[in-house]
C-alpha cells in the first residue's frame, strides 16, 4: 500500500503542536470511532485534561497511545512524530546523540526511541520470506582490533545475509546476527527468513550445505576475483552495510547490532519508495505493540 511523500515543510505543518499529533493517531487508531479495547463498546467519555477516553459501558479509561509504541512515553507526541521523521528522511540514518539534539532529550532516551523504531522495523520485515533466485553468504561485522583477521577475529560478530536476485537488481533482503556459522544457525536463518525450495546460491562452505534439505541449493567454489558474478547482489548489500555503520555510527558493538541490521534492512527492502518511509514508519509506530524500555 502507498503511503503520501513526506517533506520538511509538510511535515512541519501537519505536526505542529501537540493536538495536531493527538488528533493524527486519534483518527489512524479509530479510524470510525472509539473502540474499547475491553468490551468493544463505541461510546465514551472524554477526559480531556488527561488525555484519557472512558468506556460508557465497561468504565475503562484508555489514552490513545495504549496499544502503540508511544505506550507510556513521558516525551511529548511532537518529539516522538519528529524523531519518526528524521530517522526516516535521512538515508544514512541518525545517531542517538545528533537525534536528542534535535528534539531536545537526553542522549538515553533518544537512544532509547531508536531502539524501539529500529525493533519496529525489524518485526514489520520479519513477517516477509525470500522467494526465487536467492543469493547467501556470510559476514564479519566489527570494529577493527589486534589479532587474527577473518573468521574468528576477535570484537566482530558473524552475520547471515540473504538477498533476491532480480537479474538487474537486487530484491528484499534479510541479515540476522549469529554466534557461529554452523549448520544449527543456517538452518534456523533459512526456515525463518526464505520460502520453502527457493533456487538458493551461495559459495561452497561447509556450514551451509544444510540448506540443501529445503531449497535447491547451488554451491560454488569461487576465487575471489569471480565470486561478483556469482554473488553479485549479496555483496553490494555487504558493502552498502559496512558503508551504512560506518558512515553514521562509526562502528557498531555487537551488542546493538541486530538494531543496526534491522534499520538497514529496513531502509533497503524501501529504497524504491524512499520518500514514503516517514509515513510508513509513523503508521508502524501506531499499529505496533509497546516495546519494552529494557
Same mark, same amino acid.
Given at each position: 500500500?502507498?503511503?503520501?511523500?513526506?517533506?520538511?515543510?509538510?511535515?512541519?505543518?501537519q505536526f505542529s503542536?501537540?493536538?495536531?499529533?493527538?488528533?493524527y493517531?486519534?483518527?489512524m487508531?479509530?479510524?470510525?470511532?472509539?473502540?474499547?479495547?475491553?468490551?468493544?463498546?463505541?461510546?465514551?467519555?472524554?477526559?480531556?485534561?488527561?488525555?484519557?477516553?472512558?468506556? $460508557?459501558?465497561?468504565?475503562?479509561?484508555?489514552?490513545?497511545?495504549?496499544g502503540t509504541?508511544?505506550?507510556?512515553?513521558?516525551?511529548t507526541?511532537?518529539?516522538?512524530?519528529?524523531?519518526?521523521?528524521?530517522?526516516?528522511?535521512?538515508?544514512?540514518?541518525?545517531?542517538a546523540l545528533?537525534?536528542?539534539?534535535?528534539i531536545?532529550?537526553?542522549?538515553?532516551?533518544?537512544?532509547?526511541?531508536?531502539?524501539?523504531?529500529?525493533?519496529?522495523m525489524?518485526?514489520?520485515?520479519s513477517?516477509y520470506?525470500?522467494?526465487? $533466485?536467492?543469493?547467501?553468504?556470510?559476514a564479519?561485522?566489527?570494529?577493527r582490533?589486534?589479532?587474527?583477521r577473518?573468521r574468528?577475529?576477535?570484537?566482530k560478530?558473524n552475520?547471515?545475509?540473504?538477498?533476491?536476485s532480480?537479474?538487474?537488481?537486487?530484491?528484499?533482503i534479510?541479515?540476522?546476527?549469529?554466534?557461529?556459522?554452523?549448520?544449527?544457525?543456517?538452518?534456523?536463518f533459512?526456515?525463518?527468513?526464505?520460502?520453502r525450495?527457493?533456487?538458493?546460491?551461495?559459495?561452497?562452505?561447509?556450514a551451509l550445505n544444510i540448506?540443501d534439505?529445503?531449497?535447491h541449493?547451488?554451491?560454488?567454489?569461487t576465487?575471489?576475483?569471480?565470486?561478483?558474478?556469482?554473488l553479485?547482489?549479496?555483496?553490494?548489500?555487504?558493502?552498502?552495510?559496512?558503508?551504512?555503520?560506518?558512515g553514521?555510527?562509526h562502528?557498531?558493538?555487537?551488542k546493538?547490532?541486530?538494531?543496526y541490521?534491522d534499520?538497514?534492512?529496513?531502509?533497503?527492502?524501501?529504497?524504491?519508495?524512499?520518500?514514503?518511509?516517514?509515513?510508513?514508519?509513523?503508521?508502524?509506530?501506531?499499529?505496533h505493540?509497546?516495546?519494552k524500555? $529494557?
Amino acid at each position: 500500500m502507498n503511503m503520501p511523500e513526506a517533506s520538511f515543510l509538510a511535515w512541519q505543518q501537519q505536526f505542529s503542536t501537540e493536538d495536531d499529533c493527538l488528533e493524527y493517531l486519534k483518527e489512524m487508531k479509530w479510524p470510525n470511532g472509539f473502540i474499547c479495547p475491553r468490551c468493544g463498546n463505541d461510546h465514551s467519555y472524554e477526559i480531556k485534561s488527561r488525555h484519557l477516553y472512558e468506556c $460508557t459501558q465497561c468504565k475503562k479509561q484508555t489514552s490513545v497511545t495504549a496499544g502503540t509504541l508511544f505506550h507510556g512515553s513521558r516525551i511529548t507526541l511532537i518529539q516522538w512524530f519528529w524523531a519518526i521523521y528524521f530517522l526516516g528522511s535521512d538515508k544514512g540514518s541518525i545517531s542517538a546523540l545528533r537525534l536528542s539534539k534535535l528534539i531536545e532529550v537526553n542522549w538515553r532516551t533518544a537512544r532509547l526511541i531508536l531502539k524501539k523504531l529500529r525493533r519496529a522495523m525489524g518485526h514489520r520485515d520479519s513477517l516477509y520470506q525470500l522467494s526465487c $533466485t536467492i543469493e547467501l553468504d556470510d559476514a564479519l561485522v566489527g570494529g577493527r582490533q589486534k589479532g587474527k583477521r577473518g573468521r574468528g577475529a576477535a570484537g566482530k560478530k558473524n552475520v547471515l545475509i540473504a538477498c533476491e536476485s532480480k537479474e538487474k537488481k537486487a530484491g528484499f533482503i534479510a541479515m540476522e546476527v549469529v554466534d557461529s556459522i554452523c549448520h544449527f544457525s543456517v538452518d534456523k536463518f533459512v526456515k525463518k527468513h526464505l520460502k520453502r525450495s527457493q533456487i538458493v546460491h551461495s559459495d561452497a562452505l561447509p556450514a551451509l550445505n544444510i540448506i540443501d534439505q529445503t531449497q535447491h541449493y547451488e554451491a560454488r567454489v569461487t576465487p575471489s576475483y569471480l565470486v561478483d558474478e556469482w554473488l553479485p547482489w549479496v555483496h553490494i548489500a555487504i558493502g552498502n552495510l559496512k558503508t551504512f555503520l560506518l558512515g553514521t555510527f562509526h562502528g557498531v558493538s555487537g551488542k546493538y547490532l541486530q538494531e543496526y541490521l534491522d534499520e538497514f534492512c529496513y531502509r533497503f527492502n524501501r529504497r524504491f519508495i524512499e520518500k514514503q518511509i516517514p509515513n510508513r514508519l509513523l503508521n508502524l509506530a501506531i499499529i505496533h505493540v509497546p516495546v519494552k524500555s $529494557t
